[in-house]
């Protein structure tokens, strides 16, 4: 029995007989669906996700369905896990798409993280992938063509035809390292797609949209876009939206924890019926496919040599936040400043992407705390642009700075721009007119302006120094982080 939830969408409120009128000559297909894979191809603590388990219950979806079976990704199967900074014929987290060549999809969008280590890679992932990568709007600058070079591609499965198109993000240049997007632009979603759909709808049963975006960004396609059908969106927790004409849109959970799906019933090129739901990827009781299984071994050996030394321990557990200062936050920053030498570090909490046990500290537990392979960057700073930096982090409110070096007090019911007080470096009350040394990733400072600071930094110095080798550096020297971080330690005070 599949561990399964599901949500029955009967499309049409007219009555049993007249509906089941409408199946007479209608057909069935079914589109499975991840998204936000992020490099976990192993099960997680929890007995939860993995390829092993993908397989498992993808086999069982299959035999399940009735009609033909497409099987997608909505983008960013990068990024997360050491496995994706491996390189595998030709590109690094080319082992992730061999596995997905096994498991059969049919087709995928590039995620953001796709280009965490730069277009050059994320092209030669395309190579290893045996299945099309399709975008309808990351275009070269210069020439105006298509970075992903194919908008669609139409899959015919049993006689049925469904058209795939891609689309990314509106802030997708502000997602990843500024050098990583370098003569790219991203188009707006709805006019760059809507050609492509119109064009495929009288050549196809079903157009679907793989969409790398948030919800409501996703949502307009549906609302804005009538030749689309369906939209599988990169959004998560799992979540289903309908239009009045039925037309409908799903979204999975991430980290490789669930397969989504949508049974649907096509009669004259319109969803009549649409069951959506996921199976969650449980690791009991399962047979994955034996060339999957072998595979996911082999990678896992293939890493582990290095990558589960334990470098120290921790005498507690240490947990990010993306929104209030976390114990986690203080000991990175801390050790940041540790290398540099400098008055303050700044890390951005939406870059730190796991918690790290008590106990031994392996490196990958630190590569998993510190994926994207972001380096250690240096600069100046003007003391009187302390307040504005923080003051911008209170406006942004998720993704928070965590700090080393200084304090402030936040009073969020305030006006904007008189939120933050009673900021302190190393203890004194800062001094606008000093200037400070800052350390802090070389994504933060390519995003400075748009995203944490308010204002761009002109003049640093890129260490090339990783972070995630640092703190690996730093526990080796140390052996273990102690009890003074078993807490946040108030760096970010909000005033009652």
């Known amino acids: 029995m599949l561990s399964k939830r599901s949500s029955k969408i009967l499309i049409l409120t007219l009555s049993i007989v007249f509906v089941l009128s409408l199946w007479v000559g209608a057909e069935d297909l079914t589109i499975l669906h991840t998204n936000d894979i992020h490099g976990n191809y192993l099960p997680k603590e929890e007995g939860i996700g993995g390829f092993k388990a993908l397989s498992h219950y993808l086999s069982e979806a299959r035999s399940e ?13 990068m990024t997360g896990t050491p496995l994706t900074q491996i390189e595998f014929h030709g590109a690094k987290g080319g082992a992730m798409f061999e596995l997905m060549n096994f498991l059969g999809y049919d087709a995928w969008t590039y995620g953001n993280h796709a280009f965490d280590l730069g277009q050059e890679n994320a092209r030669a992932i395309t190579e290893v992938a045996r299945f099309p990568t ?23 499965k049993d006689g049925m035809k469904v058209g795939v198109l891609g689309s990314m993000e509106s802030i997708f240049k502000q997602e990843i390292l500024k050098e990583a997007t370098e003569g790219l632009d991203v188009l707006p ?12 709808e009288k050549r196809v049963d079903l157009v679907v949209v793989l969409s790398q975006m948030g919800w409501e960004e996703s949502k307009e396609i549906l609302d804005e876009v009538n030749s689309v059908d369906v939209v599988v969106a990169a959004t998560h927790p799992e979540e289903t ?32 019926q649409a069951d959506t739901g996921i199976y969650e990827l449980n690791t009991e009781n399962i047979s994955p496919d034996p060339v999957v299984g072998a595979m996911v071994d082999k ?19 240490l947990v990010p936040n993306n929104t209030e200062e976390s114990n986690l936050g203080d000991w990175e920053t801390d050790v940041m400043r540790w290398k540099t030498g400098t008055d303050i570090a700044f890390e951005n909490s939406g870059g730190i992407r796991r918690n790290i046990p008590k106990g031994e500290i392996t490196k990958r537990i630190i590569n998993e705390v510190a994926p994207f392979g972001n380096t250690l960057v240096t600069f100046e700073l003007k003391g009187s642009k302390l307040k504005k930096i923080f003051e911008t982090g209170v406006e942004r409110g998720g993704d928070r ?62 260490t090339y120094i990783k972070r995630s080798s640092t703190l690996i550096e730093w526990i080796q020297e140390h052996g273990t982080i102690g009890e003074g971080y078993c807490e946040p330690q108030g760096r970010i005070q909000e005033v009652d």
Do not use: W
């Open 65 to 77: 369905s009735e009609g033909p079976n497409f099987l997608f990704d909505a983008g960013d199967v």
């Open 134 to 156: 399709v975008n309808t709007n990351i275009v070269e600058i210069e020439s105006g063509d298509l970075f992903a070079g194919q908008p669609y591609a139409i899959v015919e």
């Open 189 to 200: 979603v709805v006019s760059a797609l809507e050609p492509y759909a119109d064009f495929l």
């Open 241 to 272: 939206y309908m239009t009045d004409d039925g037309r409908v849109m799903h979204s999975t959970n991430e980290g490789d924890t669930s397969l989504g799906y949508l049974h649907l019933n096509i009669d004259n090129g319109e969803i009549t």
């Open 299 to 317: 990678f896992r050996e293939m890493v582990s040599a290095q990558l589960d030394m334990v470098v120290g321990s921790t005498a507690c557990e």
């Open 401 to 462: 700075l965590e700090v080393s070096g200084v304090t402030y007090k936040v009073d969020p019911d305030k006006p904007e721009g008189e939120r933050v007080m009673d900021i302190m470096v190393h203890g004194e009350p800062y001094d606008p007119d000093a200037t400070y040394s800052i350390t802090t990733n070389n994504y933060v400072v390519g995003q400075a302006e748009d995203k944490y600071f308010g204002f761009p930094v002109e003049d640093f110095r890129n």
